[in-house]
């Protein structure tokens, strides 16, 4: 119940007691898809073809966990500007409003998926195999949208009042028992694929109660409580959520685009292709996210020096939380070299989607290390309230250079040379990126010291009042 002091002058030591929690509900996070791939691709007589299946819906699941974090992401820093300037009444507002928000986004998102499952998966790599496993999957999953988008959403919000340990506590919750509920649904009462998924969305409630439970409590910071909503609010969390749901749902894009690819070029061997895919994002998540919770948990600090104007503040901790994502991404990559096959052989024992998997493992590595900078700028515009910039790299990256290579590359060469748009994307992304925040990070950092920011709002909120007069 104790809260990170975000405006402490012991920087590193802040930044640590935000990003170790996030960097372990991130890597206890990745083990929901890892566990149910794990589990899948062991099923008897149709381990391989199932993985597929979840392989195909992968994606899909991580477009709808996106519209989480269009709210919780977007709102949290605006909440913890509100807190850094001592506006605690504004930051209950926000609090609120989100919770309205995430509520509507579970209900419509949810809906969308259950109504056109069918054309979608098939849009997205599905084959006549296994169009069925990834139909069940789907559906149980889309279904529990209702509760796992405002769990992980309102998440965001813990975090960002400094209860980096409860965050994680919330998560941890869920993966535990989706650990234990996978076997028993999987395997004792015989539902494959359709247990994978049920199993999932049970932990999912868990969490999502745990998360509500906590931000009800009397000794918690600022409480969530009911009160009228305000679209205004509600605009502004949006206005820079676009940033990190871009982000996210892009991910997804590529992954999905990536899946129709290797089921068009890869012919009769589409499926094994896919699950060779599933196999190498299984891994390259155990990266990823993490880094993704370093450079999104240290948001709060980030956004209260901001918002308290400590220049100091904000340098020393973006430079921590660089460090932090070199350092792990240095870690990981060393991992890749040495642990790949044991990684891959929890999922199949098909020796030819082993030693592809294998192979795609390493070279999907090859560009991790340069992706810290992506990583740890593109999310300290976006802590600093500057989607514009953050939005604009992700695509730069996600758009321009990654479909870019993943759809001309098997075009030039085979259909393995997909695999290679990744590194290629992380590397180029990683230098645009870099130059841009050098020239852009200082400039924004200097216009809220001086008040230029201050000014503008001032200058917008007078003319409305013209206008509406």
């Known amino acids: 119940m104790k809260a990170v002091n975000l405006g402490s002058g012991r920087v590193l030591s802040t930044v640590l007691k935000l990003i170790i929690p996030a960097m372990i509900a991130q890597f206890i996070n990745v083990l929901y898809s890892i566990v149910d791939r794990m589990y899948v691709g062991n099923i008897e007589g149709i381990g391989d073809t199932a993985l597929a299946a979840v392989g195909v819906c992968a994606p899909i699941t991580t477009l709808i966990s996106s519209f989480a974090f269009l709210i919780g992401t977007g709102g949290a820093p605006l909440f913890a500007m509100s807190l850094g300037e001592g506006r605690e009444d504004n930051a209950r507002k926000i609090l609120c409003n989100a919770a309205y928000a995430l509520a509507a986004l579970g209900v419509f998102v949810a809906a969308i998926f259950l109504i056109f499952n069918r054309p979608i998966l098939f849009t997205f790599g599905a084959s006549d195999a296994t169009i069925d496993y990834a139909r069940q999957y789907l559906m149980i999953y889309a279904a529990g949208a209702i509760f796992s988008i405002p769990g992980t959403g309102l998440n965001q919000y813990i975090t960002a009042q400094g209860y980096s340990g409860i965050a994680m506590a919330s998560t941890v919750i869920g993966a535990v028992a989706n650990i234990a509920l996978d076997p028993l649904f999987i395997f004792v009462f015989k539902m494959d694929v359709a247990g994978a998924a049920i199993a999932t969305i049970l932990s999912q409630l868990l969490t999502f109660i745990f998360v509500v439970t906590f931000l009800r409590l009397k000794g918690t910071k600022i409480r969530l409580a009911l009160s009228k909503p305000e679209m205004r609010i509600i605009g502004n969390i949006i206005k820079l959520g676009i940033s990190p749901f871009i982000i996210m749902a892009s991910d997804s894009l590529i992954i999905i685009v990536q899946n129709a690819i290797l089921q068009a070029r890869g012919g009769a061997d589409g499926d094994t292709w896919i699950t060779v895919s599933t196999i190498v994002q299984a891994f390259f998540s155990l990266t990823s996210m993490p880094m993704l919770g370093i450079s999104e948990g240290s948001q709060p600090v980030l956004s209260y020096a901001y918002g308290a104007k400590n220049e100091h503040l904000v340098k020393r901790a973006e430079m921590w939380i660089t460090i932090a994502c070199l350092v792990f991404t240095t870690f990981m990559t060393v991992i890749s070299i040495f642990c790949a096959q044991p990684f891959v052989s929890l999922f199949t024992g098909n020796a030819d989607i082993a030693e592809k998997s294998i192979w795609g493992i390493r070279v999907f590595m090859i560009g991790v290390i340069p992706l810290s900078f992506q990583y740890a700028f593109v999310d300290c515009f976006t802590a600093l309230g500057q989607p514009k910039y953050a ?60 008040g230029e920011d201050d000014l503008k709002k001032r200058r917008f909120h007078h003319r409305r009042r013209v206008v509406e007069e």
């Open 391 to 450: 939005i604009t790299l992700s695509l730069i990256r996600k758009v321009v250079f990654f479909l870019g290579a993943i759809i001309a590359f098997p075009l030039i060469w085979d259909v393995s040379a997909a695999f290679y748009a990744e590194p290629f994307a992380d590397i180029a992304a990683a230098i645009v990126t870099s130059i841009s925040f050098l020239i852009i990070f200082p400039k924004v950092i200097r216009r809220r010291v001086n």
